[in-house]
C-alpha cells in the first residue's frame, strides 16, 4: 500500500479502526516545511489534501496545534471550516462558532507588557533577530541571525524573562516563546480528545514544543515525531514530505472502514 516501515503502516491500520479519530497535526515542520520567515509558509498540497479528505469522513475530526497564533495559523495554511484550532501553544482556541476569545486578565496584561519591552530590548541590539507578537505572549526568532548572534540573544532574552515572575518560558527551533497564559499542546490535546469524544488520537510534530503533546498521548493513540531530536513519539518520519505519506495511507485505510 505505501513505502512507510511495516510497524508505523500496521499502527497506522489500527488507528484508522477507531470508533471516533481526532487527527491533530502541528502545521510548521509538519504540514508545512519550514522557511526562513514564517509568513512564507504553505502547507504541502498532497498533506492539505489528505486532512480536507480525512474531515469528510464519518467520525473523524481534524484539528491543528501550533504554537502560532491563530490569525498566523488561518492565514498559513487555510485550514477548512470543520478542522478544529489550537494556537500559541494552547493560550488561543477555536472550537466552533460559539468559541471564546482569548481574554487577558488585567495582571497578564501587565506582564505581557513587560515581556515584550524586555524581548524588543533584545532584539534592537542582535541583528537578524525579531519579535513576533502574540496574544498572550511574544516570541524571539532567531533564525536569521547567525549563530552566535543568534545563542547570545537566546540567553539575553531568557535572563531578561526569568526575571518576570509569571511568565512561561519555552524553546523551540531557533525560537524563544514566552507566555503568560500557562498551557501546553498536551493541554489542547486533551480538550479536543473530550470535546470530540476521540476513541484515539494521531499527533504529529516536530519540535521540542511538541513532547507534551506526545507526552499527553494514550494507548492506542499514535505519535509521529517529523525529523530528527529525541522524542516520546513511537513513530518517526524523515520529513513534512515524508508525513504527506502517512496521511495519505491514513486517509485510504479510514475510507476503506466506511
Do not use: C
Not at 493513540?221 to 513513530?235: F, Q
Request: proline share 6%; hydrophobic share 45%; no cysteine.
Amino acid at each position: 500500500m505505501s513505502g512507510l516501515p511495516a510497524d508505523l503502516a500496521q499502527a497506522l491500520e489500527q488507528l484508522a479502526a477507531a470508533q471516533t479519530l481526532l487527527v491533530a497535526l502541528d502545521f510548521d515542520g509538519v504540514l508545512a516545511p519550514l522557511v526562513e520567515h514564517a509568513d512564507d509558509a504553505r502547507p504541502l498540497p498532497g498533506s492539505a489534501a489528505a486532512v480536507r479528505d480525512l474531515a469528510a469522513l464519518p467520525d473523524t475530526f481534524t484539528a491543528m496545534i501550533s504554537g502560532r497564533a491563530l490569525d498566523s495559523l488561518r492565514r498559513a495554511a487555510t485550514p477548512e471550516p470543520e478542522t478544529l484550532l489550537i494556537g500559541s501553544h494552547g493560550a488561543e482556541a477555536w472550537t466552533g462558532p460559539n468559541a471564546q476569545p482569548l481574554q487577558l486578565t488585567p495582571e497578564q496584561a501587565q506582564l505581557l507588557a513587560r515581556a515584550r519591552a524586555a524581548v524588543e530590548e533584545v532584539a534592537a541590539s542582535h541583528p537578524g533577530t525579531w519579535l513576533e507578537a502574540k496574544p498572550a505572549g511574544v516570541v524571539l526568532h532567531t533564525r536569521s541571525a547567525a549563530d552566535d548572534i543568534a545563542a547570545a540573544a537566546t540567553e539575553a532574552a531568557r535572563a531578561r524573562l526569568s526575571a518576570i515572575d509569571g511568565v512561561q518560558i519555552t524553546d523551540g527551533k531557533r525560537v524563544l516563546e514566552t507566555s503568560v497564559v500557562h498551557t501546553n499542546k498536551g493541554e489542547g490535546i486533551r480538550t479536543l480528545r473530550t470535546l470530540t469524544g476521540a476513541a484515539a488520537v494521531l499527533f504529529a510534530g516536530d519540535d521540542v514544543t511538541d513532547e507534551n503533546g506526545f507526552a499527553a498521548l494514550l494507548p492506542g493513540d499514535l505519535g509521529v515525531k517529523i525529523g530528527p531530536g529525541e522524542t516520546r513519539a513511537s513513530y518517526r518520519v524523515d520529513s513534512p514530505e515524508a508525513f504527506t505519506e502517512v496521511l495519505q495511507t491514513l486517509l485510504v485505510l479510514r475510507r476503506d472502514r466506511h
